[in-house]
């Protein structure tokens, strides 16, 4: 209890800590690329005034290229790491993750079998909400047992339904004819905010704000759901519906952030896992911590993706699973045996 009221106390400088490294990981996102930009002059030209720059097109490169795909990049890592905070906490487990889940993957599949249909855009997250949602309810009823959901499956059934959708995928890409759609899949697979302009972010935030909004709001009943289906239902929650909910908004987030930057791993299993580390026992504070961290981590792994390639854009999926795999495994060696 000491330890929870200490960690607590220091919430508010944990929490403008985090604030501080998002703000700075913006600024240095907008400044750095093939292209440098001042910040003197990145700051004024957000405000609307004139630059010293000789540079031609600099405005343009900031306002139209780097500012929309930044804030894209900070939507999809908030909006992945809120669905991983959701889904963990329905299974009760830090394990669970979008991608380990099998989610991604159906929304992947959903989204790739609609660039092949040659669907408008728009409708790109419904889309991937859908084949989500599907994929999250296999996986569930393929994971449960008495007394909730067993991790082991959990992760099993993630592998298997991942599996099948990469499967229908690389049929997807092979039955095209290796044209242009084929081509889109294939970059989109590998995970990458390249290209995303405004239009994007409209679509992205209405679905992720949204998300995270309505968690918020679900937090406490998510405290009274961790102590067991049994109990909750004890307290007057009704489990069943609460646990739709939930998932809802976990799918939706996860599916408008799919569309956006492809299969990106990892950021649902380290942004919740960090953010119970530094706030105990406060479900609203964790929440938000997890969207920081996650829009932190995607924000410098896709400035690390466009900066250090030498000539070409490296994949942000692939940059990702090199932190989270390790990270990944270090959960695994610290759970004991009869928590798997």
């Known amino acids: 209890m000491t330890s929870a009221v200490r960690a ?30 001042a910040p003197r002059d990145a700051i004024s030209m957000l405000l609307g005034g004139a ?21 894209v990049a900070t939507a ?3 909006a992945l790491a809120v669905a991983g905070y959701i889904l963990q906490a329905l299974s009760r487990n830090p394990l669970a993750d979008p991608y380990l889940t099998g989610v991604s993957s159906g929304a992947g599949l959903a989204v790739a079998a609609a660039i092949i249909l040659g669907l408008d855009y728009a409708i790109m997250p419904a889309s ?46 092979t039955q095209s004819g290796g044209g242009p759609q084929a081509q889109g899949i294939i970059f989109w697979l590998a995970g990458g905010i390249a290209g995303r302009g405004w239009s994007d972010l409209s679509n992205l935030s209405i679905y992720t704000i949204g998300g995270i909004i309505a968690t918020l709001l679900l937090s406490k009943q998510m405290r009274v759901l961790s102590l067991g289906d049994e109990t ?18 976990a799918v939706l987030m996860c599916g408008a952030a799919v569309s956006a930057s492809g299969l990106v791993a990892f950021v649902g299993l380290i942004a ?14 964790e929440i ?34 090199l932190i989270g795999g390790p990270f990944f495994l270090y959960l695994i060696s610290t759970r004991k045996g009869d928590e798997l």
Do not use: K, Y
């Open 288 to 321: 938000i911590a997890s969207a920081l961290i996650g829009a932190i981590l995607v924000t410098v792994s896709d400035l690390a993706a466009r900066t250090l390639g030498q000539g070409q854009e490296l994949p942000l999926g692939t940059l990702l699973s």
């Open 128 to 173: 991937a909400f859908a084949g989500g949602l599907v994929a999250a309810v296999l996986v569930a009823q393929m994971s449960r047992r008495a007394g909730g959901l067993s991790v082991t499956r959990l992760i099993l059934a993630g592998v298997a339904v991942s599996a099948v959708c990469g499967s229908l995928i690389t049929l997807l890409i």
């Open 76 to 78: 999809v890592g908030a």
């Open 51 to 71: 630059t010293d720059s000789s540079t031609p097109g600099i405005s343009d490169i900031l306002t139209q290229i780097r500012l929309p795909r930044t804030l």
């Open 272 to 285: 919740p896992n960090l953010a119970r580390m530094l706030f105990i026992h406060d479900e609203r504070l």
């Open 8 to 37: 607590n106390s220091n919430s508010i400088p944990r929490m403008l800590f985090l604030c501080c490294v998002l703000i700075v990981g913006l600024g240095i996102s907008l400044c750095i690329g093939d292209v440098f930009v």
């Open 232 to 249: 909750a239902q004890s307290l007057g929650v009704e489990v069943g519906r609460l646990q739709w909910m939930l998932l809802a908004c």
